[in-house]
Nanobody
Framework: VQLQASGGGLVQAGGSLRLSCAASASSFSTYGLGWFRQAPGKEREFVAAIGWNGYTYYADSVKGRFTVSRDNAKNTVSLQMNSLKPEDTAVYYC?????????????????WGQGTLVTVSS
């Protein structure tokens, strides 16, 4: 599976961005999909995930502000980010995996996109 993330950019605090990730997979609907991020000088961390059945899971730091969704007809997964904060600044990665049980664990995802930079100014 190849993943291509897009939608990053510069936004002021309190603003919104929508990230998208396009996947090339013949059985996209069977994949668990996740979003992770890596801020400068920090380790990559879990942001949000959506299972093959539509179940969603969020990191506490983004709960209520971010929404993950998928469109199986278009082989895409999106991350709607609202009420952005400077601490949301990071490179955001989309990831895909089969039989994902631990949705927040990076090792659950075999395929990763190249990342898209989100910068939130104060």
């Amino acid at each position: 599976v190849q993943l291509q993330a897009s939608g990053g950019g510069l936004v002021q605090a309190g603003g919104s961005l929508r990230l998208s990730c396009a996947a090339s997979a013949s059985s996209f609907s069977t994949y668990g999909l996740g979003w992770f991020r890596q801020a400068p000088g920090k380790e990559r961390e879990f942001v949000a995930a959506i299972g093959w059945n539509g179940y969603t899971y969020y990191a506490d730091s983004v709960k209520g502000r971010f929404t993950v969704s998928r469109d199986n007809a278009k082989n895409t997964v999106s991350l709607q980010m609202n009420s952005l904060k400077p601490e949301d600044t990071a490179v955001y990665y989309c990831a895909a995996g089969r039989f994902v049980s631990a949705m927040s664990t990076q090792a659950s995802y075999r395929n990763w996109g190249q990342g898209t930079l989100v910068t939130v100014s104060s």
